[in-house]
């Protein structure tokens, strides 16, 4: 297996397709090079390679797996602390878990609103024009 079938083997695998991944090869042609970016590659360093970039590419890719765990901590904190005040316990749950998602586009609806208040409740007619109701 060529270092190219094995990152889009990797990749087809969600379980391991989030796994940083560094092509080092002796194919140094912008063809390979483009060819493994779209498979997947994160990195692709040439033979031979210095220590020095190939040390730095690694802290760099494990940094920004360390950065894109972070990012979804907080995505979590912030579902489970935001919509658990809006939404029913379950579907927090859910949401946070992947089992569910919100992507329902918003939608015009005619809805009715009636604020009541009961202090000075005579008043209200005398101090607010109204709109008449339509017959039913």
Do not use: W
Not at 6 to 12: D, S, Y
Not at 104 to 110: E, G, L, P, R, S
């Amino acid at each position: 297996m060529t270092g190219p079938e094995f990152i889009q083997t990797l990749h087809q695998h969600e379980e391991f397709s989030s796994i940083p991944t560094i092509l080092l090869t002796a194919k140094s042609d912008d063809q390979s090079r483009a060819h493994a970016t779209r498979l997947g590659a994160n990195a692709y360093i040439n033979k031979p390679f210095d220590d020095l970039e190939l040390i730095s590419t690694v802290d760099n890719l494990l940094d920004l797996k360390k950065r894109e765990r972070r990012i979804e901590e907080l995505n979590r904190y912030i579902a489970q602390n935001v919509l658990q005040r809006f939404l029913p316990p379950q579907l927090v749950a859910d949401i946070v878990e992947g089992r569910s998602t919100l992507d329902d586009q918003a939608k015009q609806m005619d809805v009715t609103v009636m604020f009541a208040d009961l202090c000075n409740f005579t008043q209200a007619p005398i101090s607010y024009p109204h709109n008449p109701l339509p017959a039913f």
